[in-house]
């Protein structure tokens, strides 16, 4: 079992920034593949990026490439989308997901076994 607690979400301007992070705790962090998805109000769940489990290879939808980055940090147990040049589409509630080891297509939520609660980005114009 892996528990995931994001945070760092807010309120900020168009063209600004945020950082959110993602706590985890249980089994053994490191090995776990991580993903940010996020949920506008009614859209569906979207991909925005991954990381896997050793940090090298990253994963990002296109509309993010460039703007979003992703890192993970083994030793704190901890992972963080760094996002900038922020822009209204992308206000939603953003979650860290935790997917088992040897995980292919990280870009689908279904291959997640855990989620975080969210954290409400909202981006104003």
């Known amino acids: 079992q892996v528990q995931l607690v994001e945070s760092g979400g807010g309120l900020v301007q168009a063209g600004g920034s945020l950082r959110l992070s993602c706590a985890a705790s249980?089994?053994?962090?490191?090995?776990?593949?991580m993903g940010w998805f996020r949920q506008a109000p009614g859209k569906e769940r979207e991909f925005v990026a991954a990381?896997?489990?050793?940090?090298?290879?990253?994963y990002y939808r296109d509309s993010v490439r460039g703007r979003f980055t992703i890192s993970r940090d083994n030793a704190k147990a901890m992972v963080y989308l760094q996002m900038n040049s922020l822009k209204p589409e992308d206000t939603a509630v953003y979650y860290c997901a935790a997917a088992p080891p040897g995980t292919a297509m990280l870009t689908l939520g279904v291959k997640y076994a855990y989620w975080g609660q969210g954290t409400q980005v909202t981006v104003s114009s």
């Open positions: 249980g089994r053994t962090f490191s090995v776990y593949a």
């Open positions: 990381i896997s489990w050793g940090g090298p290879t990253t």
